[in-house]
């Protein structure tokens, strides 16, 4: 018996593929529109979905239909001259005009572009993608119950044991605990990502909301927490969702109906960064008891928090499981260079670079200093005071 097809997804014709091979060779290339070109990475940037969406695309694996529409659009294409047209059928009209996809993706949008403008340096220089050097997560492994009977060498081993740390990459992060669900104590539900200052957990997070947008049906819901000055189900709608809405007062009784609906149907990812930056005295300790209530039963939620606090107050969320940040690598011949990839792509020229036999001037990459000019005065004859004798 064949399979039938997920009417969820769909796949391109051969004569579509050849298309949309067509329109990549032709179109010129972002970085440089003397040369033309796409790439699979430039198609993945331009329509919004992953790289391994493009691959599968281009694979002609079935996708989502909302996948097919990004690239078709970014492509320029009509999307019945690239599917089978027959196939490609108008879902029935959902029961909403809400496009809650756009709205969580828009939300997040707000605070990456606040990142980018802390990261902008002195040189006016606007930052189109923030700087991102994917790090390692680290799994840490519960500690045992403590046991009076060890002796004082064997507490101190055990003590090490206990603390001792399992590297795990961003990939396989992301493939194992996010897509897979596979994590020691929630399968994936309840994560923590912590590290030192400037480590970059915002940017863990907002990657994270971009991964859930591209390979999942989920939607990623971004909270800062220093914003957050009132319990979190009721921030969550009197707030996140009265904004998200575009409404002053409050949002519309059908934004709450759905958004609550979504809720408990657990199609919600809560990403809750800076549980360190909320200014109170004990935020793990407040937070514990809110993210138990029951509406939040279905729901995956990731927090970032420093590691100082996390380590102080962690026992609240001993539920959760913890993936520490990595310090940047200095490469060892199998691992990348992290330290050279974020210079680079900090001190990017402002120009772009010369081709063979070209001069030009150097790029000056230190800050620029305005200065004023200030004649000097004339010279003038003093008088003499000393008297000949």
């Known amino acids: 018996m064949s399979k039938t097809p997920n009417s969820s997804t769909i796949g391109l014709t051969p004569e579509g593929l050849e298309k949309v091979r067509e329109r ?23 329509s919004g979905v992953s ?13 989502k239909r909302d996948f097919i529409t990004w690239i078709a659009k970014a492509l ?26 756009e709205t969580c993706r828009a939300a997040a949008q707000a605070k990456r572009q606040a990142a980018n403008t802390f990261f902008a340096n002195d040189l006016g220089r606007k930052i189109d993608n923030e700087i991102h050097v994917p790090l390692g997560l680290i799994e840490r492994q519960q500690k045992p119950q403590r046991r009076d009977d060890f002796s004082p060498q064997t507490g101190s081993q055990a003590y090490q044991e206990a603390e001792k740390l399992i590297p795990l990459s961003y990939n396989e992060f992301c493939e194992k ?87 408990s149907e657990g199609k919600i990812w809560l990403l809750l960064d800076g549980a360190d930056e909320m200014g109170i005295a004990d935020s ?16 995956r939620i990731v927090i970032s928090c420093r590691l100082n606090i996390w380590e102080a107050t962690g026992n609240a969320l001993s539920d959760f499981d913890t993936y520490r940040m990595l310090d940047f690598s200095y490469g060892d011949g199998e691992n990348c260079d992290q330290v050279k990839l974020f210079i680079d792509q900090w001190f990017t020229p402002l120009n772009p670079p ?28 003093l008088p003499c005071t000393h008297k000949s004798k």
């Open 24 to 46: 990549m060779a032709e179109l010129p290339k972002p970085e440089k529109p003397d040369k033309k070109g796409w790439t699979q990475e430039d198609l993945a940037k331009k």
């Open 51 to 63: 790289i391994d969406t493009v691959k599968r695309f281009l694979g002609k694996t079935r996708i």
């Open 76 to 101: 320029n294409l009509d999307i019945a001259e690239i599917v089978d047209r027959h196939e490609w059928s108008p879902p029935s009209p959902p029961a909403t005009q809400i496009d809650w996809r």
């Open 177 to 263: 605990v996010l897509a897979n669900s596979d994590s020691p104590k929630s399968k994936g539900k309840r994560l923590a990502v912590i590290g030192e200052p400037g480590a970059g957990k915002t940017t863990q997070l907002l990657k994270i909301g971009d991964r859930i947008l591209a390979e999942t049906e989920y939607l990623p819901v971004w909270i800062s927490l220093a914003e957050v000055k009132k319990p979190l189900c009721q921030y969550l709608i009197e707030d996140w969702l009265r904004i998200a809405a575009g409404q002053l007062d409050a949002a519309p009784a059908e934004w709450v109906k759905e958004f609550n609906e979504l809720l």
């Open 284 to 299: 793990l300790g407040t937070l514990s008891p809110q993210l138990r209530e029951r509406v939040f039963d279905k729901v």
């Open 354 to 381: 010369l081709e063979r036999g070209e001069t030009g001037p150097i790029p000056n990459l230190l800050p620029r200093v305005e200065t004023t000019s200030i004649p000097a005065p004339p010279l003038t004859k």
